[in-house]
């Protein structure tokens, strides 16, 4: 089945476009000046869309000055009442989250999808596996992954009905394994573009993994055109996830790809503590010249001379320790040995006099 490709501002979404990583403020959008603030902090880390809850009328309100000061595209989450919709695209939201079977009778909806077919305004049909209608709830013969596929194909129905296309679908659930099922069983009945997320994933270390595991899978089979990774913790952390995602799919590769060895009994250097030092200094240093650059640059960091350079060849730099020293080397090749209080500073300046 063809694809369709939808765009969110100046982001492509599906039919062959790059995945593409999506959080959501935390903020009251009614505070404009903290909503502004936390829609750069999430640009800054390299987040591509975000998303907005427009609660109330003093939210809409607020959105056009947010949107004419946003340097990402936004996407305005709307429940229920379908004249917050009208609002966020008069303010020039470049996409509503709405089921359009929640906002009323067939009169709000024309209204809605009128507006949005002359604003050219993406909506997307957002799934829960928690919230959906009663009369799925109460059937016992389907799954939950099947009941979110129906209830999403219902919305789906009603948007194609008034002839609008510009659709995009999430289908989330806490539970792992029914999102995967059901984002496998709809990608195969509808041509639009897919967004991912495992929802209420949890805190940051067991959300990280959930989310890894679900969305991980999925991409990897080619499912999936953007992605949020939710988790109870900064969105700033979930972009970073999010991101970290794709670079270990090599969806994304601009930027730094950090591998380490495992510790073990042959290393003779604070391991964990180097490691942890590399990824500090580098990230904050080089991450995000590399992404400007468009360069994928990997650096690792093993625990023995012995060992951990050749384990690592295909790695553009990485050092490794020795007893009070350590050894820098490039693709695998040793090119210099310091005492382990200069191995950073050395290992810094070598990789300066590379792209200076």
Do not use: W
Not at 230 to 247: C, F, Q, R, W
Not at 312 to 322: E, I, L, Q, S, T
Request: with cysteine; charged share 25%.
């Amino acid at each position: 089945m063809e694809k369709i490709q939808i765009k969110i501002g100046d982001i492509k979404i599906g039919g062959g476009a790059p995945v593409s990583v999506q959080s959501m403020t935390n903020t009251k959008t009614d505070n404009i000046e903290a909503t502004l603030s936390q829609i750069k902090e999430l640009a800054d880390a390299g987040c591509d869309i975000v998303r907005l809850a427009v609660l109330n009328k003093d939210c809409a309100a607020a959105l056009k000055e947010i949107k004419q000061k946003s340097p990402v595209p936004l996407v305005a989450d709307i429940h229920f009442d379908y004249r917050l919709a009208l609002s966020a695209m008069e303010a020039g939201i470049d996409a509503l989250r709405l089921n359009p079977g929640n906002i009323g009778g067939e009169d709000h909806v024309k209204k809605v999808v009128d507006m949005a077919k002359k604003t050219q305004t993406p909506i997307r049909i957002g799934v829960n596996g928690g919230s959906l209608e009663k009369y799925l709830i109460e059937d016992k013969n389907m799954t939950l992954a099947q009941k979110m596929v129906k209830s999403a194909m219902d919305h789906i129905k009603i948007l194609e009905d008034n002839d609008f296309h510009l659709i995009k679908v999430s289908l989330k659930s806490s539970d792992v394994q029914t999102t995967i099922d059901a984002y496998r069983m709809i990608y195969e009945k509808i041509p639009y573009p897919l967004h991912l997320g495992v929802t209420e994933a949890g805190t940051l270390r067991g959300g990280i993994i959930k989310s890894a595991i679900g969305l991980g899978s999925l991409l990897s089979q080619g499912i999936g055109d953007t992605i949020r990774v939710s988790l109870t913790e900064n969105p700033v952390e979930e972009v970073k996830a999010g991101l970290d995602i794709l670079k270990a799919l090599k969806l994304r590769s601009e930027g730094i790809n950090f591998i380490s060895c495992p510790t073990c009994g042959r290393c003779q250097i604070d391991l964990i503590g180097l490691a942890h030092r590399v990824e500090e200094r580098f990230k904050n240093k080089f991450d995000e010249r590399f992404k400007k650059m468009k360069q994928s640059v990997t650096i690792a960091t093993m625990g023995c001379p012995v060992n951990g350079p050749n384990e690592a060849k295909d790695a553009d730099y990485g050092v490794a320790g020795a007893i009070g020293e350590g050894y820098i080397f490039k693709k695998g090749v040793l090119i210099k040995k310091v005492k382990e209080e200069n191995l950073l500073d050395e290992f810094e300046n070598i990789i300066i006099q590379d792209f200076n």
